[in-house]
């Protein structure tokens, strides 16, 4: 019933499609970029929901508030106190270590602002757990969702990092002004 309802309203409703090549695995990341507006989290579950899957994310504490705090929490959503220094890399791999099925959404950018330096917290949770991070680009411009690559994370996390990034560079999000691979 989920993915009946989640396929109407991204595929017929919305308009959106999508183009996905790589396996469900019980564990991975999920990278998401560009993320440049609020409306990525709701298309991306929509798509996410269309195509059979489900995924958690990490959201900052503040969004969970009376009642959203309830909706986001029922999406999947983790919400995380970005003020607090302690190890979410830890954290994370602990719960992709313990669980059978692990799959967690993370936005790079950290932020729907134009950053280049991108997070790299989610390549050291996946190098840790020893999960792949599958790639889905969110692409406006197209109207599409691609969810076609997936990096078995090595030790080297900047030539990694380049490799993500460089596949991100064509896509086009809701606002391209606020997405930046950097110099890469």
Not at 33 to 51: E, R, S, V
Not at 142 to 153: A, G, S, V, W
Request: net charge positive; proline share 5%.
């Amino acid at each position: 019933m989920k993915k009946a309802i989640c396929s109407f309203i991204y595929y017929k409703l919305l308009g959106w499609k999508t183009k996905v090549t790589v396996p469900d695995y019980d564990k991975y990341i999920l990278c998401a970029a560009p993320h440049t507006t609020n409306w990525d989290l709701l298309i991306g579950k929509l798509f996410y929901g269309a195509i059979g899957r489900q995924t958690g994310f990490m959201m900052k504490k503040e969004w969970f508030v009376w009642p959203l705090g309830v909706m986001f929490r029922a999406m999947g959503g983790i919400p995380v106190d970005r003020k607090k220094k302690s190890s979410l890399v830890e954290q994370m791999t602990n719960e992709a270590k313990n669980r059978k099925i692990f799959h967690l959404a993370i936005t790079p950018e950290g932020t729907r602002s134009a950053n280049p330096n991108w997070k790299k917290g989610f390549l050291y949770i996946a190098l840790k757990a020893q999960i792949p991070i599958l790639l889905v680009a969110i692409d406006y411009e197209k109207k599409c969702i691609f969810l076609e690559k997936e990096i078995f994370p090595s030790a080297d996390t900047d030539k990694d990092m380049r490799e993500i990034k460089l596949y991100y560079k064509n896509f086009k999000g809701k606002h391209p002004e606020n997405f930046s691979i950097g110099n890469i």
